[in-house]
């Protein structure tokens, strides 16, 4: 399984993102993807999941900024990301996995997000 990430980009403060992640390979449902974000000297921190069936959890830090969504037909995820602040800076990477199964879990290759003040 390939995880590609595409979408960042930098932008000012209060602009707006839209972060692209295509799974390729052999794909296996139900599964859950996930956005996480690493700020420079920071540890990665979770930011918005979705199943296989469409419900989501967001970190409090973009609750109401942040949409993920995905297409079951492509194996895609996204992440929409209004009203961006500074603190937003940050590789984003993309994860698809399935918890229930240990050695089915997926990385994407991470994609910088700069949003300047």
């Known amino acids: 399984v390939q995880l590609q990430a595409s979408g960042g980009g930098s932008v000012q403060a209060g602009g707006s993102l839209r972060l692209s992640c295509v799974a390729s390979?052999?794909?296996?449902?139900?599964?859950?993807m996930r956005w996480y974000r690493r700020a420079p000297g920071k540890q990665r921190d979770l930011v918005a999941t979705?199943?296989?069936?469409?419900?989501?959890n967001y970190a409090e830090f973009v609750k109401g900024r942040f949409t993920i969504s995905r297409d079951n037909a492509k194996t895609a995820a996204y992440l929409q990301m209004n009203s961006l602040e500074p603190e937003d800076t940050a590789v984003y990477y993309c994860?698809?996995?399935?918890?229930?199964?240990?050695?089915?879990?997926?990385w994407g290759q991470g994609t910088l997000v700069t949003v300047s003040s």
């Open positions: 994860n698809l996995e399935r918890p229930w199964v240990s050695s089915y879990n997926f």
């Open positions: 390979g052999s794909i296996a449902t139900p599964n859950v």
């Open positions: 979705i199943g296989s069936s469409g419900n989501t």
